[in-house]
């Protein structure tokens, strides 16, 4: 069956070091795949996305790896600050309906 | 500023009553999706919409409706609700084409006794 792994427990990390999250996927062929931040009692807001043949994606802090051979992205934050603490979702969407679906997420707590 | 939005934010009911939530969307999008977040499971569509009089199933849809009779509007109703069903809810919208970010709304977090 399809399924998306992100860690569980919550990664905590000091104020101006790089935060590395994980989503892993198995048996997906996913034409793209996003990155969400969802903060307490709020909705999820998008990030970034990457597509199936892009390696590589940037916006500011935030960097985002694919790797569809190891069915793995990483989001780095680098420079991270206590504002980026919040928990982040990767959602993954096949070329069939491309109505993505949601990882559990990760909480990133950043400690000043 | 276009946004989306959820109505009530917070709903206690009954076991066996009828419960409508409202989503509305000021996007103009074509696309409009029902989620249910759990603790340990992440976001699960319920229902989606990519347009009027168009409405699908998601991944779990028992127990659920929705009807989409203008662009701005997919209502969910729990036709019965059960304590299963206590949860938070989230709606989203999104354009067109394929690769089309998700806005979501604000929530509503749902308590049925």
């Known amino acids: 069956s399809q399924k998306i792994e992100q860690n569980s427990e919550a990664l905590n990390i000091q104020e101006g070091k790089t935060a590395t999250l994980t989503c892993n996927y198995t048996?997906?062929?996913?034409?793209?795949l996003q990155w969400y931040r969802q903060d307490p009692g709020r909705g999820p807001v998008f990030l970034l996305l990457i597509r199936e043949n892009e390696k590589e994606k940037r916006k500011e802090r935030l960097k985002v790896t694919f790797d569809t051979t190891l069915k793995q992205s990483l989001f780095h934050i680098t420079a991270s600050q206590p504002a980026d603490s919040a928990t982040y979702l990767c959602?993954?969407?096949?070329?069939?309906?491309?109505?993505?679906?949601f990882g559990r997420g990760t909480s990133l707590i950043v400690h000043p | 500023d276009a946004e989306i939005t959820q109505s009530p934010r917070h709903k206690i009911t009954e076991t066996g009553r009828q419960v409508t939530l409202a989503c509305h969307q000021t996007w103009n999008h074509n696309n409009m999706f029902w989620y249910r977040q759990d603790l340990g499971h992440g976001l699960r569509l319920i229902h989606y919409?990519?347009?009027?009089?168009?409405?699908n199933k998601g991944e779990v849809s028992d127990g659920y409706s929705v009807s989409r009779s203008n662009t701005e509007d997919l209502p969910l109703t729990l036709e019965s609700a059960a304590s299963s069903q206590t949860s938070v809810y989230f709606c989203?919208?999104?354009?067109?084409?394929?690769?089309?970010?998700?806005?979501f709304g604000p929530g509503t977090r749902l308590l049925v006794l």
């Open positions: 989203a919208s999104s354009s067109n084409g394929r690769e089309e970010t998700q806005y």
């Open positions: 919409s990519y347009g009027v009089q168009d409405t």
């Open positions: 048996n997906y062929s996913p034409a793209y």
């Open positions: 959602a993954l969407a096949s070329g069939g309906s491309y109505i993505p679906t």
